[in-house]
Protein backbone atom coordinates (compact mmCIF):
# COMPACT_ATOMS: atom_id res chain seq x y z
CA UNK A 1 0.00 0.00 0.00
CA UNK A 2 1.36 3.43 -0.81
CA UNK A 3 2.56 5.69 2.13
CA UNK A 4 3.63 8.93 2.77
CA UNK A 5 5.94 9.77 5.28
CA UNK A 6 7.08 13.60 6.05
CA UNK A 7 10.85 13.53 6.17
CA UNK A 8 11.11 16.42 9.18
CA UNK A 9 8.15 19.09 9.94
CA UNK A 10 9.52 21.67 7.12
CA UNK A 11 10.27 20.37 3.96
CA UNK A 12 10.47 16.73 2.22
CA UNK A 13 8.22 13.30 2.19
CA UNK A 14 9.23 9.30 1.89
CA UNK A 15 6.55 7.60 -0.33
CA UNK A 16 6.67 3.96 -0.03
CA UNK A 17 4.90 1.16 -1.46
CA UNK A 18 4.74 2.17 -5.24
CA UNK A 19 6.36 1.74 -8.34
CA UNK A 20 6.06 5.12 -10.10
CA UNK A 21 6.35 3.21 -13.65
CA UNK A 22 3.26 1.35 -13.00
CA UNK A 23 1.54 3.23 -10.56
CA UNK A 24 -2.45 3.56 -11.04
CA UNK A 25 -4.36 7.23 -11.31
CA UNK A 26 -5.26 6.95 -7.65
CA UNK A 27 -1.48 6.64 -6.42
CA UNK A 28 -0.41 9.21 -8.96
CA UNK A 29 -3.12 11.68 -7.01
CA UNK A 30 -1.60 10.75 -3.74
CA UNK A 31 2.16 11.35 -4.96
CA UNK A 32 0.98 14.71 -6.51
CA UNK A 33 -0.66 15.95 -3.53
CA UNK A 34 2.22 14.75 -1.38
CA UNK A 35 4.06 16.93 -3.99
CA UNK A 36 2.12 19.62 -3.11
CA UNK A 37 1.97 19.67 0.54
CA UNK A 38 5.98 18.36 1.10
CA UNK A 39 7.53 20.74 -1.93
CA UNK A 40 10.13 17.35 -2.62
CA UNK A 41 8.83 14.13 -2.30
CA UNK A 42 11.27 11.26 -2.25
CA UNK A 43 11.24 7.13 -3.88
CA UNK A 44 13.84 4.53 -3.19
CA UNK A 45 14.25 1.34 -5.25
CA UNK A 46 12.64 2.10 -8.04
CA UNK A 47 13.09 0.04 -11.23
CA UNK A 48 13.01 3.17 -13.91
CA UNK A 49 14.08 2.82 -18.06
CA UNK A 50 14.20 6.02 -19.79
CA UNK A 51 11.08 5.49 -21.52
CA UNK A 52 8.79 4.66 -18.51
CA UNK A 53 11.03 7.75 -16.83
CA UNK A 54 9.72 9.93 -19.81
CA UNK A 55 6.17 8.19 -19.78
CA UNK A 56 5.77 9.10 -16.18
CA UNK A 57 6.51 12.83 -16.14
CA UNK A 58 4.26 13.22 -19.52
CA UNK A 59 1.50 12.21 -16.54
CA UNK A 60 2.32 15.08 -14.88
CA UNK A 61 2.99 17.87 -17.66
CA UNK A 62 4.99 18.73 -20.51
CA UNK A 63 8.75 18.26 -20.65
CA UNK A 64 10.69 21.61 -20.32
CA UNK A 65 14.22 19.94 -21.94
CA UNK A 66 17.21 21.69 -20.45
CA UNK A 67 19.10 23.58 -23.01
CA UNK A 68 22.43 23.45 -21.13
CA UNK A 69 22.76 19.78 -20.09
CA UNK A 70 24.48 16.92 -21.90
CA UNK A 71 21.31 15.02 -23.47
CA UNK A 72 20.66 11.20 -22.75
CA UNK A 73 22.05 10.06 -26.32
CA UNK A 74 19.33 7.89 -26.88
CA UNK A 75 16.37 10.05 -25.18
CA UNK A 76 16.97 13.78 -25.67
CA UNK A 77 14.45 14.93 -23.73
CA UNK A 78 16.33 13.54 -20.48
CA UNK A 79 19.24 15.33 -19.44
CA UNK A 80 22.83 13.67 -17.87
CA UNK A 81 23.71 15.39 -14.74
CA UNK A 82 26.96 13.47 -14.13
CA UNK A 83 30.34 13.65 -12.51
CA UNK A 84 33.16 12.04 -13.87
CA UNK A 85 35.43 10.25 -11.22
CA UNK A 86 38.65 12.62 -12.84
CA UNK A 87 36.00 15.76 -12.40
CA UNK A 88 36.38 18.10 -9.58
CA UNK A 89 33.38 20.45 -10.63
CA UNK A 90 29.40 19.26 -10.63
CA UNK A 91 26.38 20.34 -11.88
CA UNK A 92 24.00 22.33 -9.23
CA UNK A 93 26.77 23.05 -6.72
CA UNK A 94 25.44 26.22 -5.26
CA UNK A 95 22.06 26.65 -4.15
CA UNK A 96 19.44 27.50 -7.14
CA UNK A 97 16.38 27.30 -8.55
CA UNK A 98 16.12 25.05 -11.63
CA UNK A 99 15.23 27.22 -14.43
CA UNK A 100 14.28 30.64 -13.03
CA UNK A 101 16.43 32.23 -15.63
CA UNK A 102 13.76 31.40 -17.92
CA UNK A 103 10.05 33.80 -18.24
CA UNK A 104 8.15 30.87 -17.44
CA UNK A 105 10.13 29.09 -15.01
CA UNK A 106 10.12 24.83 -14.80
CA UNK A 107 7.29 23.66 -12.37
CA UNK A 108 9.55 20.67 -11.04
CA UNK A 109 12.75 18.24 -11.58
CA UNK A 110 12.65 14.38 -11.70
CA UNK A 111 15.79 13.19 -10.90
CA UNK A 112 16.66 9.68 -10.91
CA UNK A 113 19.93 8.23 -9.68
CA UNK A 114 21.70 5.33 -11.88
CA UNK A 115 24.89 5.57 -10.27
CA UNK A 116 25.99 6.75 -7.18
CA UNK A 117 29.08 7.12 -5.10
CA UNK A 118 30.11 4.75 -2.27
CA UNK A 119 30.21 8.11 0.06
CA UNK A 120 28.70 11.63 -0.39
CA UNK A 121 26.45 13.35 -3.41
CA UNK A 122 23.63 14.01 -1.10
CA UNK A 123 21.08 16.39 -2.30
CA UNK A 124 20.13 19.35 -0.06
CA UNK A 125 16.70 20.92 -0.13
CA UNK A 126 15.62 24.19 1.54
CA UNK A 127 11.67 25.35 2.13
CA UNK A 128 11.22 28.67 0.82
CA UNK A 129 7.65 28.95 2.28
CA UNK A 130 9.65 28.67 5.58
CA UNK A 131 12.23 31.06 4.74
CA UNK A 132 9.49 33.68 3.69
CA UNK A 133 8.06 32.63 7.03
CA UNK A 134 10.51 33.55 9.07
CA UNK A 135 11.19 36.82 8.14
CA UNK A 136 10.02 40.04 9.79
CA UNK A 137 6.49 41.72 8.79
CA UNK A 138 8.47 44.64 7.84
CA UNK A 139 10.60 43.13 5.59
CA UNK A 140 7.76 41.04 4.34
CA UNK A 141 5.89 44.44 3.55
CA UNK A 142 9.42 45.77 1.78
CA UNK A 143 9.58 42.66 -0.81
CA UNK A 144 6.53 42.18 -1.54
CA UNK A 145 6.50 45.10 -3.98
CA UNK A 146 10.40 44.20 -5.12
CA UNK A 147 10.72 42.11 -8.23
CA UNK A 148 14.47 40.58 -9.43
CA UNK A 149 15.92 39.91 -12.83
CA UNK A 150 17.69 36.01 -13.28
CA UNK A 151 19.85 35.02 -15.51
CA UNK A 152 21.41 32.28 -17.22
CA UNK A 153 24.57 34.22 -18.93
CA UNK A 154 26.63 34.04 -16.00
CA UNK A 155 26.18 30.66 -15.22
CA UNK A 156 26.04 28.76 -18.30
CA UNK A 157 26.87 31.45 -21.43
CA UNK A 158 30.72 31.55 -23.16
CA UNK A 159 31.88 33.92 -20.37
CA UNK A 160 31.01 31.02 -17.42
CA UNK A 161 33.81 29.36 -15.86
CA UNK A 162 31.75 26.01 -15.88
CA UNK A 163 31.56 26.74 -19.65
CA UNK A 164 35.08 27.08 -20.28
CA UNK A 165 36.64 25.13 -18.01
CA UNK A 166 35.22 21.51 -17.58
CA UNK A 167 32.96 21.65 -20.63
CA UNK A 168 31.87 18.26 -20.63
CA UNK A 169 29.12 19.60 -17.46
CA UNK A 170 27.58 21.75 -19.66
CA UNK A 171 26.83 22.74 -23.74
CA UNK A 172 25.12 25.37 -25.68
CA UNK A 173 26.67 28.72 -23.86
CA UNK A 174 25.20 30.74 -27.32
CA UNK A 175 22.08 29.73 -25.93
CA UNK A 176 22.50 31.82 -22.52
CA UNK A 177 20.63 34.75 -23.54
CA UNK A 178 17.81 34.59 -21.17
CA UNK A 179 17.10 37.20 -18.49
CA UNK A 180 13.92 36.95 -16.59
CA UNK A 181 11.62 39.21 -14.25
CA UNK A 182 9.88 37.30 -11.60
CA UNK A 183 8.19 38.50 -8.28
CA UNK A 184 10.93 38.81 -5.01
CA UNK A 185 8.08 36.76 -3.05
CA UNK A 186 5.53 34.47 -5.44
CA UNK A 187 2.16 33.33 -4.83
CA UNK A 188 2.76 29.41 -5.20
CA UNK A 189 0.94 28.44 -8.33
CA UNK A 190 -0.58 25.07 -6.67
CA UNK A 191 -0.67 26.13 -2.87
CA UNK A 192 -1.46 29.76 -3.03
CA UNK A 193 0.83 30.15 -0.21
CA UNK A 194 3.83 33.03 0.25
CA UNK A 195 7.19 31.72 -0.81
CA UNK A 196 10.65 33.47 -0.97
CA UNK A 197 11.86 33.63 -4.64
CA UNK A 198 15.87 34.54 -5.54
CA UNK A 199 18.29 32.34 -5.55
CA UNK A 200 22.09 32.81 -5.26
CA UNK A 201 22.75 31.15 -8.60
CA UNK A 202 20.89 32.72 -10.86
CA UNK A 203 18.95 36.02 -9.63
CA UNK A 204 21.32 39.02 -9.99
CA UNK A 205 19.69 41.99 -8.47
CA UNK A 206 16.73 43.73 -7.89
CA UNK A 207 14.74 46.02 -10.61
CA UNK A 208 15.30 49.38 -10.25
CA UNK A 209 18.14 48.92 -8.28
CA UNK A 210 21.72 48.79 -9.28
CA UNK A 211 24.15 45.58 -8.26
CA UNK A 212 25.67 47.63 -5.92
CA UNK A 213 22.22 48.83 -4.15
CA UNK A 214 20.96 45.13 -4.57
CA UNK A 215 23.65 43.12 -2.57
CA UNK A 216 23.59 44.08 0.80
CA UNK A 217 19.78 42.72 1.00
CA UNK A 218 19.88 40.32 -1.79
CA UNK A 219 23.17 38.07 0.10
CA UNK A 220 20.93 38.55 3.26
CA UNK A 221 17.88 37.02 1.86
CA UNK A 222 20.23 34.33 -0.09
CA UNK A 223 21.83 33.19 3.44
CA UNK A 224 18.26 33.42 5.34
CA UNK A 225 16.64 31.37 2.75
CA UNK A 226 18.69 28.27 3.11
CA UNK A 227 19.11 28.17 6.88
CA UNK A 228 19.58 24.56 8.30
CA UNK A 229 15.31 25.28 10.13
CA UNK A 230 14.03 25.01 6.47
CA UNK A 231 16.09 22.41 5.14
CA UNK A 232 16.26 18.42 4.53
CA UNK A 233 19.62 16.48 3.72
CA UNK A 234 18.70 13.48 0.98
CA UNK A 235 20.99 10.78 0.75
CA UNK A 236 20.60 8.96 -2.81
CA UNK A 237 21.07 5.26 -3.21
CA UNK A 238 20.47 3.68 -6.82
CA UNK A 239 17.20 3.59 -7.92
CA UNK A 240 16.04 6.51 -5.38
CA UNK A 241 13.73 9.44 -7.52
CA UNK A 242 13.28 12.85 -6.55
CA UNK A 243 10.71 15.19 -7.50
CA UNK A 244 10.51 18.26 -6.26
CA UNK A 245 8.73 21.33 -6.96
CA UNK A 246 11.22 24.68 -8.06
CA UNK A 247 8.82 27.17 -7.00
CA UNK A 248 8.78 26.04 -2.92
CA UNK A 249 12.26 25.17 -2.31
CA UNK A 250 15.68 25.78 -3.54
CA UNK A 251 18.52 22.78 -3.71
CA UNK A 252 21.62 22.29 -4.30
CA UNK A 253 24.10 19.00 -4.61
CA UNK A 254 27.01 18.94 -2.76
CA UNK A 255 30.15 18.21 -4.17
CA UNK A 256 31.78 16.03 -1.49
CA UNK A 257 32.84 12.85 -3.74
CA UNK A 258 35.77 13.10 -5.78
CA UNK A 259 37.60 10.41 -7.67
CA UNK A 260 33.99 8.56 -8.19
CA UNK A 261 31.27 8.76 -10.65
CA UNK A 262 27.47 10.11 -10.03
CA UNK A 263 25.11 9.99 -12.72
CA UNK A 264 21.44 10.66 -12.74
CA UNK A 265 19.18 11.44 -14.93
CA UNK A 266 16.66 14.17 -14.85
CA UNK A 267 13.04 15.62 -16.45
CA UNK A 268 12.08 18.96 -15.74
CA UNK A 269 8.74 19.74 -16.20
CA UNK A 270 7.06 22.50 -17.21
CA UNK A 271 5.91 25.10 -15.74
CA UNK A 272 3.50 28.50 -16.00
CA UNK A 273 4.19 32.49 -15.01
CA UNK A 274 4.22 33.48 -11.63
CA UNK A 275 2.22 35.51 -9.96
CA UNK A 276 3.63 38.08 -7.26
CA UNK A 277 2.04 37.60 -3.96
CA UNK A 278 -0.07 40.45 -1.89
CA UNK A 279 -1.71 40.42 1.18
C1 LIG B 1 20.29 19.59 -10.10
O1 LIG B 1 20.56 20.70 -9.66
O2 LIG B 1 19.35 19.40 -10.82
C2 LIG B 1 21.16 18.43 -9.68
C3 LIG B 1 20.83 17.94 -8.33
C4 LIG B 1 21.66 16.75 -7.98
O3 LIG B 1 22.44 16.27 -8.80
O4 LIG B 1 21.52 16.25 -6.86
Redesign the pocket.
Known amino acids: MITVSPANDVVGAFIDGVQVASCSNEELSIIRQAYADHAVVFFRDQELTPDEHIGFAKRWSRINVNRFFTPVETHPVIAE?CKESDQTQ???QEW?T?HSYDQVPAMG?M?YAREIPPIG???LFASQYAAYEALSDGLKKTLHDLKAWHSSRHAFGVNAPMANGEGTLFSNPEAATQDALHPVVIRHPLSGRPALYVNPDFTLHFDGWTPEESAPLMQQLWGHAVSDDFTYRFR?DVGSM?IWDNRALQ???LNDYHGHR?L?H?ITLEGEPLEAFTD
Open positions: VNIGHDSLGDTWAHRARMR
